[in-house]
């Protein structure tokens, strides 16, 4: 079936690190722009980071400079390193997986950056 599980997420300080990690199955991964979005409660879910299946990345203008993603296609896992963590990062991040016409969802990881 295809499954996106993310795990890495937890409480941390504000300037901290995180690395949140995405694991694919039931798929071709390497076909797949894989991404990263998070929801705040009351707001919207926003796409934070973005990597197509060539390499390429893209950020939202909120984390450039602070976040990195990165994939690697051996382990069908896709990363968001999150670098000078801020209380506004507080959010749930989702993975999300888009192929042909398909996109699909994680179950989404808690981050809460402490001020």
């Known amino acids: 079936q295809v499954q996106l599980v993310e795990s890495g997420g937890g409480l941390v300080q504000t300037g901290g690190s995180l690395r949140l990690s995405c694991t694919a199955s039931?798929?071709?991964?390497?076909?797949?722009?894989m991404s990263w979005y998070r929801q705040a409660p009351g707001k919207e879910r926003d796409l934070v980071a973005r990597?197509?299946?060539?390499?390429?990345?893209n950020y939202a203008d909120s984390v450039k400079g602070r976040f990195t993603i990165f994939r690697v296609n051996s382990k069908s896992t896709v990363y968001l390193q999150m670098n000078s963590l801020k209380p506004e990062d507080t959010a749930v991040y989702y993975c999300?997986?888009?192929?042909?016409?398909?996109?699909?969802w994680g179950q989404g990881t808690q981050v809460t950056v402490s001020s």
């Open positions: 039931g798929f071709a991964f390497r076909n797949a722009a």
């Open positions: 990597i197509l299946s060539t390499g390429s990345t």
């Open positions: 999300n997986a888009n192929w042909a016409t398909v996109s699909t």
